[in-house]
């Protein structure tokens, strides 16, 4: 028996006019391709990154001892980590090469309205409507008259049309701080959250096992033959706490609420 949690198969259309602000938790330095990819997804830096080196280095990156940097990033890897994330379109390649401002102006159809990472030779940024963010912004999202590097030329762009199901990607995170240096209220604190966080993945995903790691949580369900791999721990927080619409774990269950409200999210 496959221990592979299968995904919703749905297909949607994705949210027009409509980019994020990048939220840098990494606090590194930002570079172009992955600020576009977290601007249009929503995914915090650190969370992008790591679909990166998924993309790169295969799941496997994780045992490494050193974390792989991420600077650049290619055409193809950039369109394989927006599946990962759970977004998928399509290419429009420019052989004349128009500069951004000429193709801000002769844009149609679906450039105009759907979130699109535009390359710029080896500089990209991310357009939707009238709403633009780009690395030399800081990752914040300015309107569309206020873009920079309005000289370079376009070459290609990727309009994202559609969501799909995001892929649990695998990352490393902090070690928890040591029982033994918290106070009698902290420690009760930790093991309350801990006791809310099994119980929701339990509500959420049927499963009578739970077993949670420094960077992973795998389950056991009725009908598997063993553990099954749940997800990257800070994934399966991020899923809880933001309410995915696509995806095994939704966080519509009274366990996630009782999770969010706990760490001090509403709904």
């Known amino acids: 028996m496959s221990n592979i949690i299968q995904h919703p198969s749905a297909i949607v259309a994705v949210k027009t006019h409509h980019l994020h602000d990048v939220d840098n938790d990494t606090k590194s330095r930002l570079y172009s391709g992955t600020v576009a990819m977290a601007s249009i997804t929503g995914a915090s830096m650190s969370r992008v990154r790591d679909a990166v080196r998924l993309v790169r280095h295969g799941a496997g990156w ?37 500069t951004l401002a000429a193709y801000l102006k002769q844009r149609t159809g679906i450039q105009q309205s759907h979130p699109c990472i535009v390359f710029l030779g ?8 009238e709403l633009f963010c780009d690395v030399t912004n800081n990752g914040l999202m300015v309107d ?4 920079r590097s309005r000289r370079k030329q376009v070459h290609r762009v990727l309009v994202l049309t559609h969501r799909i199901p995001a892929t649990p990607i695998p990352s490393k995170t902090l070690q928890r701080v040591q029982p033994a240096h918290l106070t009698a209220e902290q420690k009760r604190q930790v093991k309350e959250m801990d006791r809310l966080f ?5 509500a959420e995903t049927g499963a009578t096992r739970i ?14 033959s063993g553990w099954t ?21 939704g966080g519509n ?14 709904r």
Request: proline share 3%; charged share 30%.
């Open 144 to 147: 569309i008259d206020r873009a």
């Open 253 to 266: 269950t009274d366990e996630a609420s009782a999770y969010r409200a706990a760490m001090g999210y509403q």
């Open 62 to 98: 994780v045992d490494r001892r050193h974390t792989p940097a991420i600077t650049t990033t290619s055409d193809d890897e950039i369109e394989s980590t927006l599946r990962l994330l759970g977004y998928a379109g399509d290419w429009h390649d420019f052989e004349r090469r128009p």
């Open 211 to 224: 077993k949670v790691t420094s960077t992973e949580v795998f389950i056991i369900r009725p009908a598997d």
């Open 122 to 129: 080896n500089h990209r940024v991310a357009i939707s409507g």
């Open 229 to 249: 791999w749940c997800g990257a721990r800070d994934g399966v927080v991020d899923s809880l706490l933001k309410l995915q619409q696509h995806g095994w774990i």
């Open 198 to 202: 099994r119980e929701a993945i339990k």
